[in-house]
């Protein structure tokens, strides 16, 4: 009786302890001391002395919620199949990496989880486009690092399943070229409908050996981020990254690329058109020739 008392007790709750935390190699034993300092859990020398007769179940590190009205007997039971507090983390298709690692930092410090970024995940946010955008949820460390390794492999196969699908027309030489080209339609497309149109205008382009000029990668080359204004200074910047300079793809991509932006690159052929012009609305409007496109140019991006 005493110790099915013990167990139906209910876990005193208010705002500072709503939250427990399990450590890595905690037994059971330990649990309970801590609970009885922390949470003033009360009578666990009974389950202590159970468990000596008994082997203590397996617990599963991690932070669990302490949910109003809780009882002892049902929190150990969430310890046993690990029901682990989960932080979800967005990654959103055309973002930097930069900015990405800088969230993560943030949702770290603001859970007040008790570990840094770590090294292993600061290298995948070293460059763009090295996973794929998501929603991830992790509950600690080595939870973190699993699913943005995951992801990594998941981006790999992904390129791998595309690649068999590739045009024999399709002027792209490798996988790396196509994550670059979809970096940049991913910052082009703001409508997926125009993803394989402008991978198309992009591919005639460089099929026929014509600068990509694209508006992203002056800007990417110029801040590293984007949302700042594009003037002449921008556009006529020598870097790397800048396609109104340089000749063929940047060295590296400029952004998360989608899913869908990846397999615009790696699927469409080269089209017809050679411009596109932003129409205001989300849309583009595309010219075969300089001269349609001048005629674009007039009437969206400079109507009288």
């Keep these: 009786m ?101 969230k993560l930092e943030n949702l770290l410090a603001d859970n007040d989880l008790p570990f840094n970024v770590p090294e292993k995940v600061i290298n995948i946010f070293s460059s763009e486009g090295s996973i794929l955008p998501d929603t991830y949820f992790f509950s600690d460390q080595e939870d973190l690092i699993k699913v943005l390794e995951d992801s990594e492999i998941s981006l790999t196969e992904h390129l791998e399943n595309l690649w068999e699908r590739k045009p024999a027309d ?57 949302g700042e204004r594009i003037g002449r200074a921008v556009l006529d910047d020598e870097n790397e990254f800048n396609t109104y300079v340089i000749s063929g793809l940047p060295p590296s991509p400029i952004c998360f690329p989608s899913k869908g932006a990846i397999e615009a690159a790696i699927t469409s052929s080269p089209g017809e058109y050679l411009f596109f012009v932003a129409k205001g609305d989300g849309s583009h409007i595309f010219s075969k020739d300089y001269e349609e496109h001048k005629k674009a140019v007039k009437k969206y991006i400079y109507p009288k």
Excluded: C
Excluded at 37 to 62: D, Q
């Design 2 to 102: 005493k110790l099915q008392f013990v167990l139906e007790q209910k876990i005193p709750y208010n705002e500072t302890n709503k939250t427990f935390v399990i450590n890595k190699g905690d037994s059971l034993y330990k649990v309970l001391t801590k609970l009885e300092e922390s949470h003033g859990v009360e009578g666990t020398s009974w389950l202590k002395l159970k468990y000596i007769f008994r082997a203590s179940p397996v617990i599963k590190a991690g932070r669990y919620s302490i949910y109003r009205d809780s009882k002892l007997e049902s929190l150990i039971n969430r310890f046993v199949i690990g029901d682990v507090e989960k932080f979800k983390f967005t990654i959103i298709e055309g973002t930097v990496a930069k900015n990405n690692l800088i």
């Design 170 to 226: 399709n002027p792209l030489k490798n996988k790396a070229e196509a994550l670059v080209l979809a970096s940049i339609i991913e910052r082009e497309a703001l409508l997926n409908s125009e993803q394989t149109i402008i991978a198309s205008v992009f591919l005639n382009r460089l099929r026929k050996g014509m600068k990509l000029q694209a508006d992203p990668t002056s800007s990417y080359g110029y801040y590293k981020d984007y």
